[in-house]
T-cell receptor, first 115, second 112 residues
Framework: KAGVTQTPRYLIKTRGQQVTLSCSPI?????VSWYQQTPGQGLQFLFEYFSETQRNKGNFPGRFSGRQFSNSRSEMNVSTLELGDSALYLC??????????????FGPGTRLTVL | EDQVTQSPEALRLQEGESSSLNCSYTVSGLRGLFWYRQDPGKGPEFLFTLYSAGEEKEKERLKATLTKKESFLHITAPKPEDSATYLCAVQGRSGSARQLTFGSGTQLTVLP
């Protein structure tokens, strides 16, 4: 069974640009969550999508947005990039069922560097 | 607000030297506590989910336990390949059903 895939794996952008990251969840998984990982702040929740609807959003500015498609694939977008947006962006997928099916499985991440 | 504190920040063990990692948490209603392993440059790898105090789960040299305030990850007779950062996370009832709050992790190094 294929795992969570994320593309691209590496990105280099300059300040002010925008970027779109993609995530394909495990087949059959309906929920996709996004996290930002930095050395200083660790792993922080960005948002979760389920049935093409954003269910919750973490404490991030409006420059961070996302969407989910009918096949459960998800994209996140960051506009007007800042140096502090440099991070590993991780996508996690879940069945979105009741216990014990609430585990989240992470992809390899997209390493974003903002110059 | 859910909070997770992991200790120690870093741990160096000799191969075969057993030890435990600690995860203390405060959460408004625990949906689940999760342990992950993360290797450098990779995404976290799922290890265990614990749902209620008293629950225990084992996998190879790892055993996770849960109380109402903390969880322990016990590593028995570790090998160098167990070297990684171990992350603890909680799902509380205040956020969405699948929002995880992570600790800062314990970086484990096992020396041959």
């Amino acid at each position: 069974k294929a795992g969570v895939t994320q593309t691209p794996r590496y990105l280099i952008k300059t300040r002010g640009q925008q970027v779109t990251l993609s995530c394909s969840p495990i087949s059959g998984h309906r929920s996709v969550s996004w996290y930002q990982q930095t050395p200083g702040q660790g792993l922080q929740f960005l948002f979760e999508y389920f049935s093409e609807t954003q269910r919750n959003k973490g404490n991030f500015p409006g420059r961070f947005s996302g969407r989910q498609f009918s096949n459960s694939r998800s994209e996140m977008n960051v506009s007007t990039l800042e140096l502090g947006d440099s991070a590993l962006y991780l996508c996690a997928s879940s069945l979105a069922g009741l216990q014990p099916n609430n585990e989240q499985f992470f992809g390899p991440g997209t390493r974003l560097t903002v110059l | 607000e859910d909070q997770v504190t992991q200790s120690p920040e870093a741990l160096r063990l000799q191969e075969g030297e057993s030890s435990s990692l600690n995860c203390s948490y405060t959460v408004s209603g625990l949906r689940g506590l999760f342990w992950y392993r993360q290797d450098p440059g990779k995404g976290p790898e799922f290890l265990f989910t614990l749902y209620s105090a008293g629950e225990e789960k084992e996998k190879e040299r790892l055993k996770a336990t849960l109380t109402k305030k903390e969880s322990f990850l016990h590593i028995t007779a570790p090998k160098p390949e167990d070297s990684a950062t171990y992350l603890c996370a909680v799902q509380g009832r205040s956020g969405s059903a699948r929002q995880l709050t992570f600790g800062s992790g314990t970086q484990l190094t096992v020396l041959p």
